[in-house]
């Protein structure tokens, strides 16, 4: 939904818009799980375990500063799921 959006915010190295990208994906997931009956969480859990993975086997990544941090994450997955319910 945000492709061309984020090409153009990496090309401009605009890291507040990648991370805010970043945030509408997610956004994106959890309007996707709620409408399925699904708890929102699951992506949240998802995360935690994809970072966890990749910190444990590669260290920090070099695009670590594109993205939210988890804790951003969890802050706003919980106020969404707030609004959706």
Do not use: Q
């Not at 990496?10 to 994106?28: N, P, Q, T």
């Amino acid at each position: 939904y945000v492709w061309l959006e984020y090409e153009r915010a990496f090309g401009l190295a605009d890291l507040s818009r990648l991370k805010e990208l970043e945030l509408v994906c997610d956004g994106i997931a959890i309007v996707t799980l709620s409408g399925l009956g699904m708890d929102a969480s699951r992506l949240m859990a998802g995360l935690e375990k994809i970072g966890r993975f990749n910190r444990e086997r590669f260290g920090t990544a070099i695009n670590e500063s594109r993205h939210p941090t988890l804790a951003e994450r969890r802050a706003f997955a919980r106020a969404l799921t707030a609004l959706l319910h």
